[in-house]
């Protein structure tokens, strides 16, 4: 079973479309794309059911509750992650509402199986421009210049191929239920990128490299209207 987990809320609804709409033609029959309701509304949900459940099987989870402090560190990531190593489905992929998925699924298993968890960089931004540094102290790894000096990896379209990378995907649980290591005192969006600066630091601790491998894109933004 390949599972995709995709968090939404209605300001990224639109977006949310288009992610689905990437999708058809490209899934495997043994499949589960499931929306991680982080707010929507009923009328939204039931319209993704009706439009796109012919094409998709799609699963809509309950909405869970969160703190300000931690919707604003983007918890409810972490808990995707959570979520995947609970559902113990062989292949799992996280989504954000405007990424597209480029290649069909069965080529992204042959990948996953080769290199146990496929990524890509976040563009040429270095680690430690935004991770804190009392991230990298809480994650044991502030001598490593290595992980420090090269491109922060992308939280976004992360593959795991979950036989191989369940001791990896727990770490990075363990570091993202840390608040010293997913939204540590004093930092913000300038310096430090939450749920990313856990999951890059921790697949690289790992010797997870990006993979280069082209099968989903990010930060595909729609503008509803202009004035």
Same mark, same amino acid.
């Given at each position: 079973?390949?599972?995709?987990?995709?968090?939404?809320?209605?300001?990224?609804?639109?977006?949310?479309?288009?992610?689905?709409?990437?999708?058809?033609?490209?899934?495997?029959?043994?499949?589960? +794309?499931?929306? @991680?309701?982080?707010?929507?509304?009923?009328?939204?949900?039931?319209?993704?059911?009706?439009?796109?459940? &012919?094409?998709?099987?799609?699963?809509?989870?309950?909405?869970?509750?969160?703190?300000t402090s931690e919707r604003n560190a983007y918890?409810?990531?972490?808990? +995707?992650?959570?979520?995947?190593?609970?559902?113990?489905?062989?292949?799992?992929?996280?989504?954000?509402?405007?990424?597209?998925?480029?290649?069909?699924?069965?080529?992204?298993?042959?990948?996953?199986?080769?290199?146990?968890?496929?990524?890509?960089?976040?563009?040429?931004?270095?680690?430690?421009?935004?991770?804190?540094?009392?991230?990298?102290?809480?994650?044991?790894?502030?001598?490593?210049?290595?992980?420090?000096? &090269?491109?922060?990896?992308?939280?976004?379209?992360?593959?795991?191929?979950?036989?191989?990378?369940?001791?990896?995907?727990?770490?990075?649980?363990?570091?993202?239920?840390?608040?010293?290591?997913?939204?540590?005192?004093? &930092?913000?969006?300038?310096?430090?990128?939450?749920?990313?600066?856990?999951?890059?630091?921790?697949?690289?601790?790992?010797?997870?490299?990006?993979?280069?491998?082209?099968?989903?894109? +990010?930060?595909?933004?729609? @503008?509803?209207?202009?004035?």
């Amino acid at each position: 079973m390949f599972g995709i987990y995709i968090p939404a809320n209605s300001a990224f609804f639109i977006h949310l479309q288009g992610l689905l709409y990437s999708m058809k033609g490209l899934l495997i029959q043994d499949h589960i +794309v499931k929306i @991680v309701d982080n707010g929507l509304t009923e009328n939204q949900k039931n319209f993704i059911k009706k439009n796109f459940g &012919s094409f998709i099987n799609i699963e809509i989870t309950p909405k869970k509750t969160y703190t300000t402090s931690e919707r604003n560190a983007y918890k409810f990531k972490i808990d +995707v992650i959570q979520m995947m190593v609970d559902d113990n489905y062989e292949y799992a992929m996280n989504m954000d509402c405007k990424n597209h998925l480029k290649i069909n699924l069965a080529k992204i298993m042959d990948e996953v199986k080769k290199k146990k968890i496929l990524c890509n960089i976040s563009g040429e931004i270095y680690e430690h421009q935004f991770t804190h540094p009392k991230a990298f102290i809480t994650m044991n790894v502030n001598d490593n210049d290595k992980i420090k000096n &090269s491109w922060q990896i992308q939280a976004g379209n992360i593959v795991y191929h979950l036989p191989q990378a369940l001791d990896i995907m727990k770490e990075i649980i363990k570091y993202g239920n840390d608040p010293f290591a997913l939204y540590p005192p004093g &930092s913000d969006l300038s310096n430090h990128r939450q749920d990313q600066s856990v999951c890059s630091v921790i697949l690289k601790k790992n010797n997870i490299e990006p993979s280069g491998l082209f099968y989903a894109t +990010v930060h595909n933004t729609i @503008v509803k209207d202009i004035n």
